[in-house]
């Protein structure tokens, strides 16, 4: 194959992991690293929730930012903020007052190492998913993006949304497994097995779960 073949082909037969990852179509999403979901300091972690996976993630997160970088992959940020007035109705009543992420606050900030650089688009989402009521679907296609490489916190729930969605936007979707976690109430340990149920449900039902080295590899190859 030759080394452009990827490129004009009809996004229904981009099948192989290379041809989904040429950086000219892809976008790398980074969802809800902010400092109340992965910081010790932040309110989840106040209120029970473990988020030592989601801290685990942030060196290989950087690394693999620093990467598609480099190369010309597109980086988006998503961030949720809470917001009574914005929120939908059954939000507010299943999660009450806001008191997380809310705008202006340390805790809606993103993590240390994990700020937008400028020029990268930032999507401020009050739901769980980052296209519902959002810009990011006009933002890749007016780039022509096929592909999204889904990273940060939640794949159960934010990230798990946002990949249900892309998918059936018709985006080809990509997650590397070592740049996406989950957290819960329970411990480590249930924090760890809703992260492999999360990750076997997208790579049996939405896209291909692989290495952060692979998906640097593949863009590395088209250079």
């Known amino acids: 194959m030759g080394k452009c073949a990827g ?3 009809p996004s229904w037969e981009l099948c192989e992991l290379k041809e989904q990852l040429h950086p000219s179509h892809t976008a790398l999403l980074v969802t809800d690293m902010q400092n109340d979901f992965v910081s010790p ?3 989840m972690a106040s209120f029970g929730f473990e988020n030592s996976m989601v801290q685990a993630i942030v060196p290989a997160l950087k690394e693999f930012l620093a990467e598609a970088r480099e190369l010309g992959v597109l980086v988006v940020h998503g961030r949720v903020i809470n917001d009574a007035a914005q929120n939908a109705p059954s939000w507010y009543a299943f999660w009450g007052e806001p008191v997380v992420t809310l705008e202006g606050s340390w805790g809606a900030e993103f993590y240390p190492g994990l700020e937008p ?3 990268e688009p930032v999507v401020t989402k009050y739901a769980y998913g980052s296209f519902e009521g959002t810009n ?3 933002i890749l296609r007016r780039r022509d993006i096929r592909t ?3 990273t940060g916190a939640g794949s159960l729930i934010c990230s798990g949304d946002t990949i249900h969605r892309g998918f059936a936007l018709g985006y080809h979707i990509v997650v ?6 989950d957290f819960s109430t329970e411990g480590p340990e249930w924090s760890r097995t809703i992260n492999e149920v ?3 449900i997208i790579a049996h039902h939405y896209g291909k779960v692989v290495s952060s080295a692979e998906i640097v590899k593949a863009w590395r190859d088209w250079a």
């Open 7 to 9: 490129l004009h082909k």
């Open 41 to 43: 300091e932040g309110k």
């Open 117 to 119: 650089f400028e020029g």
């Open 136 to 138: 990011l679907d006009r």
């Open 148 to 150: 999204l490489v889904v």
């Open 176 to 181: 590397p497994e070592d740049c996406l976690a």
């Open 198 to 200: 999360g990750m076997y």
